[in-house]
């Protein structure tokens, strides 16, 4: 048993998934063994406040504050970057790769802005960069895109990519508790990100969805440059409607490829979705991913998205197969299996479908009319139209959808509504999803 071989880990962060990872790794080393015929060992940890008391049990001497020195360190063979952030991440990522070493990431927003530079870094370097923890925490997304349901072209993903903002709207349309309750809870328990920005505007659905995007279809698209929307402007009435319209409000990250002009739309933002799906019927802090395939048609991935467990479970799964690749058990795995250059992305114009829109108008005849018109005006058709008068004399509450129009001329709606007399506040405005329509 002495000569077999050991593999050292080195855990740049170590807060809730780098614990995580270090548990399981040091639980379970028996079993490591015996799949991999290697001693799979994590032997250091970066933090940045060494006196910090920690939920597992960690020698001080394993301990460091200095991130780049486990990266520099000989006796290391692989790296996991769980520090989060991007140009500190980058940068000892990159200083990895120098040195030959591998590295596992959930770095979503790394992956996002400096993806392509990274990947061609690995290769370059002989390298493996694996990031299944980066997207939809224990879901195993990224090795099903890449090796399950290599044969697919994939028309439609979409999904709840962010269980923090899934936990609140399950809530408030659950107890009929309002936006700012449930948020306060999410604080207590640890759901919401330092920067809440992240989850409840829906940048972190939008990292993960530009992920997705590119395994999918090659394509880098720039988060600047797609619809990202966050939850805060929903509210119990809206909740409400969607359920009379047979509908649950979701916030959904949606990748979509025309495949007659190649072009791509990704979005992110909360969306009316059909009670029959079975996304509308995934809640509270789980992820749900929808993938329709070429081969295979539809296939529904849900599992918790967010939390050390399942995390962690990811960044070892990852670590196994690094561990596979340096003993020469199976080569790497091209990142694509698409031609990049086939892809561009999709305008305005292009992306269609139908609207719900809810307006705070005077409560006076005739501003239904008026409403109306300004819609048809952008050629706009209405499908639906409910009206709840809050009495004396308050402004009343409009809501209305669409029949199917697209980006471009509902947001010119929008801005013509906003200057209409009697319009008392700025239209909300959701999507209704329709995940039967390969129109966007």
């Not at 979409?158 to 009929?176: A, D, H, P, W």
Request: with cysteine; charged share 25%.
């Amino acid at each position: 048993m002495n000569d077999i071989p050991t593999i050292r880990v080195g855990i740049l962060g170590f807060g809730t998934v780098g614990q995580g990872t270090w548990k399981h790794l040091h639980d379970n080393a028996e079993f490591w063994e015996k799949i991999l015929g290697v001693r799979l060992v994590a032997t250091r940890a970066s933090v940045k406040n060494l006196t910090k008391s920690r939920k597992v049990e960690i020698s001080t001497d394993a301990l460091t504050d200095d991130s780049l020195s486990i990266v520099n360190d000989p006796e290391i063979d692989i790296i996991c970057e769980l520090i989060g952030g991007v140009e500190e991440a980058k940068k000892l990522t990159l200083q990895a790769f120098s040195h030959g070493k591998s590295v596992i990431t959930a770095n979503k927003a790394l992956i996002c802005e400096h993806g392509d530079e990274l990947f061609k870094a690995a290769e370059v370097a002989g390298v493996h960069y694996a990031f299944e923890a980066s997207v939809a925490g224990g879901i195993p997304i990224i090795k099903v895109l890449r090796e399950s349901l290599v044969a697919n072209e994939f028309p439609l993903i979409y999904g709840i990519l962010n269980g923090t903002s899934n936990y609140i709207l399950t809530r408030m349309e659950t107890e009929g508790a309002s936006f700012e309750e449930v948020l306060k809870d999410a604080r207590e328990l640890g759901y919401v990100e330092a920067d809440e920005s992240l989850d409840l505007d829906g940048v972190d659905a939008a990292h993960k969805a530009v992920i997705l995007a590119y395994l999918a279809h090659g394509l880098w698209v720039d988060l600047k440059d797609i619809t990202v929307e966050g939850i805060s402007k929903i509210s119990n009435e809206d909740l409400e409607a969607a359920q009379k319209l047979g509908c649950k409000i979701k916030l959904i990250g949606v990748i979509r490829r025309n495949f007659d002009n190649h072009h791509v739309s990704v979005a992110v933002y909360p969306a009316l979705v059909p009670m029959a799906e079975i996304i509308a019927r995934t809640d509270g802090v789980f992820n749900g991913i929808s993938l329709t395939g070429s081969v295979v048609g539809t296939v529904v991935l849900t599992g918790r998205g967010a939390g050390q467990d399942p995390t962690a479970g990811s960044v070892i799964s990852d670590l196994v197969d690094v561990v596979k690749g340096m003993k020469g058990i199976h080569s790497k795995v091209k990142l694509l299996h698409v031609s990049p250059s086939q892809c561009k992305p999709a305008q305005a114009i292009e992306i269609k479908g139908c609207y719900y829109l809810r307006l705070s108008v005077d409560d006076r005849p005739g501003q239904l009319a008026k409403v109306a018109e300004c819609l048809s005006d952008h050629e706009i058709s209405l499908a639906t139209v409910s009206q709840t008068p809050k009495g004396d004399h308050a402004p009343a509450s409009l809501i209305l959808t669409s029949h199917e129009t697209n980006e471009h001329s509902i947001a010119e709606a929008i801005a013509s509504l906003e200057k209409l007399p009697g319009v008392k506040e700025t239209p909300v405005l959701f999507r209704m999803f329709d995940p039967n329509s390969n129109k966007e």
